[in-house]
């Protein structure tokens, strides 16, 4: 899905220019709030979510976590950290191989950061959990720690996503998975941070996912795939600080004004590239509240939790948000 030629140097370099020390390494804090999940082509007038009306759960759940190993191609090793609802009481740390709780839930495929891994994102990933996703994020194999750090190989990464979708969303119907007839495989979103952000991005641009209906681009920008938002109108949400002082705020402003489709931009006035976005108890709040309105909006079609993206914006007067949903 992500077959063309870059022009490799000149991409190299504005790469590693723009992306290097994207990582957030933000501190683990679970918490968070049973499911009934109730575009067009750019140039197009754009259409609101195309998933019928429904009402997403309004509880919070308890986390389970379990690991994925995949493989694209023999050659891109992709172990995958999967957070999903589980049964229990709510609140507390995840829990490896917790029992999946009762219901079908929307798919969110997150991608970390240069020299990061699935796991320096928790505290953002199990309040999604906690609120009714199941959230696949793969480790990716030459940006995630530890490994050689080779910026270019973000352009692969699109692919690897969508590679890592096939797989997660084919549980819902393998015998004997603990996720089968659990996952709305309909309804899936894709989120990023840093270099994170340029895999989502690029998953609506050069490496379009059609079984995408929203995207959640936390500090990226287009360096490498682009702004040519293609197919069914898919909403986005960017989230980006303005002290940001690796991904500068002007880039990724640059790339959701390209955005063809509805869309909207939380902007953290003293947000920087990552710490202040994800590790400051305040902005992680207002980051995850927010994040998780818009995807109950465009995963469950839930209007009311359109309606109240704006108060988790505004909550704790740090943020602003540019709203053209």
């Known amino acids: 899905?992500?077959?063309?030629?870059?022009?490799?140097?000149?991409?190299?370099?504005?790469?590693?220019?723009?992306?290097?020390?994207?990582?957030?390494?933000?501190?683990?804090?679970?918490?968070?709030?049973?499911?009934?999940?109730?575009?067009?082509?750019?140039?197009?007038?754009?259409?609101?979510?195309?998933?019928?009306?429904?009402?997403?759960?309004?509880?919070?759940?308890?986390?389970?976590?379990?690991?994925?190993?995949?493989?694209?191609?023999?050659?891109?090793?992709?172990?995958?950290?999967?957070?999903?609802?589980?049964?229990?009481?709510?609140?507390?740390?995840?829990?490896?191989?917790a029992t999946v709780a009762a219901g079908r839930f929307p798919v969110v495929a997150f991608s970390h950061g240069l020299d990061?891994?699935?796991?320096?994102?928790?505290?953002?990933?199990?309040?999604?959990?906690?609120?009714?996703?199941?959230?696949?994020?793969?480790?990716?194999?030459?940006?995630?720690?530890?490994?050689?750090?080779?910026?270019?190989?973000?352009?692969?990464?699109?692919?690897?996503?969508?590679?890592?979708?096939?797989?997660?969303?084919?549980?819902?119907?393998?015998?004997?998975?603990p996720l089968r007839g659990r996952l709305a495989t309909d309804r899936v979103a894709a989120a990023g941070h840093s270099a994170g952000g340029v895999t989502t991005i690029g998953l609506f641009t050069t490496g379009r996912d059609e079984r995408l209906r929203a995207g959640v681009v936390l500090a990226g920008t287009g360096l490498g795939v682009g702004t040519a938002f293609a197919g069914a109108a898919a909403p986005q949400l960017f989230v980006h600080g303005r002290a940001d002082e690796v991904v500068d705020y002007a880039a990724g402003k640059a790339v959701y004004d390209a955005v063809p489709w509805p869309k909207a931009m939380l902007s953290l006035t003293r947000g920087d590239h990552g710490r202040a976005l994800l590790g400051d108890d305040t902005a992680l709040r207002v980051?995850?509240?927010?994040?998780?309105?818009?995807?109950?909006?465009?995963?469950?079609?839930?209007?009311?939790?359109?309606?109240?993206?704006?108060?988790?914006?505004?909550?704790?007067?740090i943020a602003t948000l540019d709203d053209r949903l």
């Open 116 to 177: 990061g891994r699935p796991t320096d994102y928790r505290a953002l990933t199990t309040r999604w959990a906690a609120a009714g996703f199941v959230v696949a994020a793969p480790m990716f194999p030459h940006t995630g720690k530890g490994t050689d750090g080779s910026v270019l190989d973000v352009l692969n990464q699109p692919a690897d996503v969508s590679y890592v979708l096939d797989k997660v969303l084919a549980l819902d119907a393998k015998a004997g998975d």
């Open 287 to 317: 980051v995850s509240d927010t994040t998780i309105e818009f995807l109950r909006w465009t995963l469950y079609g839930d209007a009311a939790a359109r309606d109240r993206l704006p108060a988790s914006a505004a909550r704790g007067d």
């Open 1 to 97: 899905m992500f077959r063309r030629r870059i022009p490799v140097l000149l991409t190299a370099a504005l790469l590693a220019a723009g992306l290097v020390g994207c990582s957030a390494s933000p501190p683990a804090r679970p918490a968070a709030p049973s499911p009934t999940p109730a575009a067009s082509a750019p140039g197009a007038t754009p259409q609101a979510s195309r998933i019928p009306a429904g009402t997403a759960p309004t509880q919070a759940f308890a986390v389970g976590v379990r690991e994925l190993r995949l493989n694209r191609g023999g050659d891109r090793p992709l172990p995958v950290t999967l957070w999903y609802p589980a049964r229990g009481t709510a609140g507390g740390a995840a829990q490896r191989d």
